[in-house]
DNA sequence: GCAAAAGTGTTGGGCCTACACCCATGC
DNA sequence: GCATGGGTGTAGGCCCAACACTTTTGC
């Protein structure tokens, strides 16, 4: 029977901005085992609580962080994961707009906190190294085949932010034209009339925005989505 | 704390023939709760017992079968999922060859088992329903951009096996043309000497066979697999 | 010889890729 | 006026979908 197993959460947060790329929200353990060192936030699930409930308060408890979008990832199970006992977590996947959490401060909980880019990850806790590059496989492939991407840019953006974003994530350079072309195929990016606020030289950028509910009509009706 | 949370392990096995198409794996329940009806095999986790470790022991014990093919799901853990206690369900699903296993017999644990038809399912214990639904989506989404059809399949087939199978799960009818052009450029099937056995009438067709190490191979210099 | 299943090519259209110049703004 | 970033169209090639007749076998 499996009496002595518990089970805890784990969120892999994804933020994102332009000078920095995707990152990823990590805490500095302030207890053992593997106090000093990053981990992903995350902890045990109360008895009565359902399991995203259990990600969104942890992670709340322990970064500030209220997550717009979520989904589970993968459960890790392995005998020797943890040094303490039997603990088998699950894990979920997170994006949010970064922008809001700019100045993030260490709760109780945790020694500090903070975005770290996924190109310049520290030595991690547990086996969080392996459960963080699944969740970036699967960013990685989800954003190919579902917009999930506006979760971390703002409601409303300029095309170019969803060109580096993309650029970003795909690692690869992405032809203006034709991307642009593509994307808005599909209708389901509404392009308003107002302009990007003006940083530095250059034409201001048009600001596009999400429309989801656009995006739910054409689903029904067999949109393919995939970039 | 976690303390009275328990861990189960539940596995949706998929087989395939011919008349009958996709079918799952279920057991008639002995025990209550839900004594009398069918669910998906599993069982309660050992503490010193890996996730797929789990799975494949409950699987035969319940069933006999032994998988070949098996990948997690998700885990299912909604407050009130299981009436006896808070008990979360790390879901797997899993690809045999259901010709191995024709005429399969319950165990002790079980009531009964047996090959149910998925267009054909009864109502389930728990929320096996669900459990099954994604599995489906699943499975459906998954044989278009893997080769792990062949699973279901005897190791050698004549291509109409594999033209049937792809129509069954696709749900919808393929042009033997284009599938066949399609299928054979992707270079992992090897096109064998040997015919298949006459089953009345018609022209024997030629024997195939899937070539991992090809498959492979091909894998790691970007080979997309998509039909 | 007829019914059943296997084997096999071509063509047209649509989509994707590649590619470069002009425009609006800040300094 | 120059540097920076935004905005925009076309042509060629490739891939995909559509489509039907012949061959081999059992009865």
Do not use: C
């Not at 089970?7 to 994804?14: K, Q």
């Not at 943890?82 to 088998?88: G, K, L």
């Amino acid at each position: 029977m499996s009496k002595k197993i518990k089970i805890t959460v784990d969120a892999v947060v994804f933020g994102y901005d332009q000078e920095s790329g995707i990152r990823i929200l990590l805490v500095k353990r302030k207890y053992e085992p593997f106090k000093g060192e990053w981990a992903l936030p995350g902890g045990f699930i109360l008895e009565s609580e359902n399991l995203e409930d259990a990600v969104e308060r942890e992670l709340y408890e322990e970064t500030g962080v209220r997550i717009n979008y979520l989904e589970q990832l993968y459960t890790f199970g392995k005998v020797d994961r943890d040094p303490r006992s039997r603990i088998i977590s699950v894990a979920y996947f997170g994006l949010v707009n970064s922008n809001h959490y700019k100045d993030i401060r260490a709760d109780t909980d945790a020694e500090d906190v903070d975005w770290i880019k996924i190109k310049d990850l520290p030595s991690l806790a547990f086996d969080h190294k392996v459960i963080i590059e699944k969740a970036v496989d699967r960013l990685r492939s989800k954003v190919r085949y579902e917009p999930i991407g506006f979760e971390l840019l703002d409601s409303k953006f300029p095309f170019s932010d969803l060109e580096d974003l993309y650029g970003s994530l795909l690692d690869k350079p992405i032809d203006r034209r034709n991307f642009k072309k593509k994307f808005m195929s599909f209708g389901i990016l509404t392009e308003l009339n107002e302009f990007a606020p003006k940083k530095g030289a250059g034409r201001p950028g048009k600001l596009y925005q999400f429309d989801e509910a656009k995006y739910k009509a054409r689903k029904e009706n067999g949109l393919f989505f995939e970039i």
